[in-house]
């Protein structure tokens, strides 16, 4: 698919009909001429007669060797001037005979025939002005006819036409480009230029001159004896990074600004008569115009790679702002205590409930070992099960020393039978106590109520009782800590920069900011302008 080629319209105005050139008149509406009369002496239309170098016959001209060059210029410019030559020959013979040089370099404005009408340049018709002779006698001129002007049917030449076109182009090209200029140069005039004027006369004369107050302070972790793995970051600004951030947080917020004016008179000072309208506050003002004009004066920053609060405080003069920087800086160390007092009361209260749960637990703990020991007939049962186990050990030898004796015995032939008797009974009583104590172990060490059950118990509360006593210990030397460090300051407010009394004004910054005032403008203008020819062109289109 192709596009048509399309060429650009231009408005033009169709030229005006000419006069008809003296050629296109008819011989016989002509002025009659004395034949006798020379032909070089009759005078060309539109053209002066004067001298013309070079022969007017047609064989003379052909011997001159005129090149093709020449004799197309010389037809070119009999046509002009409203010739019909036979041959270019012919347009020398007839240029030279009315009296014009064809080969003479001459401007456009000599060739082209001017219009009828027109002041003092009027086309001539033929023989226009010229007496004309009696037929009836030689030598006397009857009067001169009266000069008519005959409507001419001749059209100018398509380079004449184009060459006039195109200058009426650029003519109206130039005139719409200088309104164009004008109209752009009216616009940055009015919406850029005049802006940045008067913004430039009030930061030059009008804005009330501003002294700044800076300072600098950063806040300082207190040194803890304690191990632990916060201690590591206890000298880097990572450990207050929290601290800052709430301090720079508070004193941009509306409590400061209210705390600052009930001490330091922070609305007053702003409602003076000798500040500026744009900087002044309104008498009454609400508390949210004092605000905003507290943001606009008080700029505070915290650089955490640092750990610097950076504070600039701006006043109609320097010892006002020193004052209000002072101020500032006084709240936020009162801040900072602040932030952690409530954690170090809550640390000393919850330690003083542990200790309290400690001291109930181990009381319990004792008293429950206590139950168990007063429970039993034994205070001690494994010692009664460690006595049994000896008494056992002993009497078992005594029963193998009876028993190897009464063997001994009935080994002989004929032996005592008193003392046979008096082992067999020494054995029997042995293995009878044997019995009894094996007995008072087994039921000492089975069952729910044995020796060794109660003596699992006491093991168990004993030990219950050895953890209390422990958490009572951590318990006492928590609430000691606690309590040192609800008396001792946990952050501490260092100012590195104190804030000192300008001798000169630091703001308005009239040249700066009348360069950043053109500049919005410019970009305000820009934006606008740009959108609105995008929208043209889509519309247009």
Not at 177 to 185: G, T, V
Not at 315 to 320: H, K, L, N, S
Not at 467 to 475: G, I, K, N, S
Request: charged share 25%; proline share 6%; aromatic share 6%.
């Amino acid at each position: 698919m192709t596009t048509k080629p399309k060429a650009k319209k231009f408005r033009l105005r169709r030229p005006e009909p000419r006069l008809v050139p003296p050629a296109a008149v008819p011989a016989d509406e002509r002025p009659q001429a004395d034949p006798a009369a020379p032909e070089a002496a009759q005078p060309s239309a539109g053209t002066e007669e004067r001298p013309v170098a070079g022969s007017t016959d047609i064989e003379a001209i052909r011997g001159e060797g005129l090149t093709g060059r020449q004799l197309r210029l010389a037809r070119r410019v009999a046509q002009k001037n409203g010739f019909e030559p036979a041959s270019d020959y012919d347009a020398v013979r007839m240029l030279r005979a009315r009296g014009i040089d064809p080969f003479q370099r001459s401007s456009m404005l000599e060739l082209v025939v001017p219009e009828a009408g027109s002041g003092g340049g009027g086309a001539k018709a033929p023989g226009a002005g010229l007496p004309v002779l009696h037929p009836e006698g030689e030598g006397l001129p009857l009067p001169v006819a009266p000069k008519t002007q005959l409507p001419s049917t001749q059209t100018a030449s398509p380079a004449e036409r184009r060459a006039a076109e195109i200058m009426k182009i650029q003519q109206e090209l130039a005139k719409r480009r200088r309104k164009k200029q004008a109209m752009l140069l009216t616009r940055l005039a009015f919406f850029v230029m005049l802006p940045t004027v008067l913004a430039g006369y009030y930061f030059y004369v009008v804005a009330t001159p501003m002294y700044a107050t800076k300072s600098e302070f950063l806040i300082l972790k207190a040194e803890n004896s304690a191990s632990s793995m916060g201690s590591l970051f206890s000298g880097t600004q990572f450990a207050t990074n929290q601290d800052a951030i709430a301090v720079q947080s508070y004193l941009m917020s509306k409590d400061a600004m209210l705390r600052l004016d009930r001490d330091e008179g922070f609305k007053a000072h702003y409602q003076q008569e000798r500040i500026d309208p744009l900087q002044r506050l309104d008498e009454g003002a609400s508390n949210e115009d004092a605000y905003g004009v507290y943001k606009r004066n008080i700029e505070i920053g915290y650089d955490p790679t640092e750990g610097v609060v950076k504070m600039e405080v701006q006043a109609a003069d320097p010892e006002t702002a020193a004052r209000f920087s002072r101020a500032l800086i006084g709240y936020a160390e009162t801040r900072v205590d602040n932030l952690s007092l409530r954690k170090r009361s809550n640390a000393v209260t919850d330690a003083e409930v542990g200790l309290e749960e400690a001291q109930a637990e181990r009381q319990d703990a004792q008293e429950k070992l206590v139950r168990l020991q007063q429970q039993g007939s034994v205070i001690d049962p494994e010692g009664r099960i460690a006595a049994l186990r000896t008494q056992i050990s002993n009497v078992e030898v005594q029963l193998q020393e009876k028993q190897l004796t009464l063997r001994a015995l009935l080994d002989n032939v004929r032996p005592n039978s008193s003392r046979v008797e008096g082992a067999r009974g020494d054995v029997r009583r042995l293995e009878a106590l044997l019995g009894d104590l094996n007995a008072q172990m087994t039921t000492a060490t089975t069952g729910e109520d044995s020796l060794a059950e109660k003596a699992v118990q006491i093991q168990l509360a004993q030990a219950d009782l050895a953890t209390r006593d422990l958490m009572l210990q951590t318990a006492l030397e928590r609430l000691e800590q606690a309590r040192r460090d609800a008396e001792s300051q946990a952050r501490y407010l260092t100012t590195s920069v104190e804030p000192v009394a300008s001798q000169d004004p630091s703001y308005p910054r009239a040249f700066e900011n009348t360069i950043l005032a053109f500049l919005i403008f410019s970009g305000i203008y820009l934006m606008i302008s740009l959108t609105a020819s995008i929208l043209r062109e889509q519309v247009s289109s």
